[in-house]
């Protein structure tokens, strides 16, 4: 079935440090993918997204490319804040009949410090 | 901007009682679904809903949940019987349409049974 596996966390970095959070996919379709960010004591919120192979999605200063040929989907930010501190979620959905749901990885807990 | 909107934002409730969580989607948006969120633990999909009836639902989703859309508006997860194990996060989302689109999150309602 379709599935996301996280790279597992916590992650600790000083500010203005380079991030990498690992995202890898199996799908039997052709997924579209997605980070979603949770801030402290809030809901979910699309970080950034991409609908096909190599699409390139950014937002804020992250980005992630749609690997194909590595099911891969890897956050990266060149310079983090301390204000990024939060919970990283990968998700996918695939079409299938339905509701074509999302699927979420483990999240990635991401602490900034100053 | 439009949003998600999830009340109560935090419920607690003793064994064995009824809960009603309550979820106003975004207007034009067709497909909606309830998620929880174990602390700490990963999002994990209950139920999804299209066209007022069930449209997947997960191994969570046993006869103790039921969703509803009664009039147009709210969606609503009702848990008949509740157990310590129910306490969670539950996040409710609603996509226009599938596939490539974002889903939009609530805030979620922690519930917590005690």
């Known amino acids: 079935g379709d599935s996301v596996t996280q790279m597992e966390g916590p992650v600790t970095l000083s500010e203005e440090a380079f991030l990498t959070i690992n995202c890898t996919y199996t799908?039997?379709?052709?997924?579209?993918l997605f980070w979603y960010v949770q801030y402290p004591g809030e809901g979910l919120q699309l970080l950034l997204k991409?609908?096909?192979?190599?699409d390139k999605g950014s937002n804020k200063g992250f980005e992630a490319t749609y690997r194909k040929e590595t099911t891969s989907f890897h956050l990266e930010k060149g310079s983090v804040q301390v204000s990024d501190s939060a919970v990283y979620f990968c998700a996918l959905t695939a079409y299938q009949t339905g509701a074509n749901n999302l699927f979420f990885g483990t999240g990635t807990r991401l602490t900034v410090i100053p | 901007e439009p949003e998600v909107t999830q009340t109560p934002s935090h419920q607690v409730t003793q064994m064995g009682q009824e809960v009603i969580l309550r979820c106003v989607p975004i207007?034009?948006?067709?497909?909606f679904y309830w998620y929880r969120q174990i602390l700490g633990q990963k999002v994990e999909f209950l139920v999804s809903?299209?066209?007022?009836?069930?449209?997947?639902k997960s191994e969570i989703f046993d006869d103790q949940f039921s969703v509803e859309r009664p009039d147009g508006s709210n969606f609503t997860l009702k848990i008949r019987s509740t157990k310590l194990e129910d306490s969670a996060m539950y996040f409710c989302?609603?996509?226009?349409?599938?596939?490539?689109?974002?889903?939009?999150f609530g805030q979620g309602t922690r519930l917590t049974v005690v």
């Open positions: 809903f299209y066209n007022n009836e069930i449209s997947e």
């Open positions: 207007s034009n948006h067709l497909y």
């Open positions: 991409a609908t096909k192979a190599d």
């Open positions: 989302a609603s996509r226009r349409r599938t596939v490539n689109t974002e889903a939009f």
């Open positions: 799908a039997t379709g052709y997924p579209s």
